[in-house]
């Protein structure tokens, strides 16, 4: 027989998940601790939808990252068509240093915000490509490799009505 304690964890956990956001699209790229300045990370969206949504960027870093932001270059694609290209800049850290994300051990999940209310084009390939853009002050060179992610993420979701 199932405790109370059980039950009521399981209780919880529903009402968190029903409560959470769907995405139409979720996809991750895993890295070993390290992301190449020449890997582009590549996602086909094959859910798109004809109402407004939201494009999230989802990174996973740990403690070896070396910096407080990260610049990512973020394009749109269809075909060889390019829908967006976006040079984006986010805080991965805060003034005394402790990472933003969300996490219990030592990789930390940040959920970044790209496009908001955003109309898909009605085209049937579509993708996102993800590079990093980083490097040191002294440094005309990009930092290659970026140490300290081990996974890019990339999500459409849906624009709840009481948002």
Not at 119 to 138: I, Y
Not at 143 to 151: Q, R
Request: charged share 20%; hydrophobic share 45%; glycine share 6%.
């Amino acid at each position: 027989m199932l405790s109370k304690h059980t039950i009521l964890s399981v209780l919880i956990l529903g009402l968190i998940f029903a409560c959470s956001k769907h995405p139409f699209f979720i996809d991750y790229q895993d890295f070993d601790g390290h992301w190449p300045a020449l890997k582009k990370v590549v996602f086909d969206i094959d859910a798109p939808s004809d109402q407004p949504v939201n494009l999230m960027i989802y990174i996973r870093n740990n403690g070896q990252y070396p910096f407080s932001n990260l610049f990512l270059i973020a394009r749109l694609k269809t075909g060889d068509s390019l829908l967006l290209c976006d040079t984006l800049e986010y805080a991965m850290a805060n003034a005394q240093g402790q990472w933003l994300g969300k996490g219990f051990l030592e990789v930390k999940e940040s959920k970044l915000w790209w496009k908001e209310n955003y109309e898909l084009p009605t085209a049937e390939k579509l993708n996102v490509q993800l590079e990093h853009a980083l490097r040191f002050n002294s440094s005309e060179q990009g930092t290659d490799p970026l140490l300290g992610i081990v996974g890019v993420g990339f999500a459409v979701e849906e624009i709840l009505e009481n948002e």
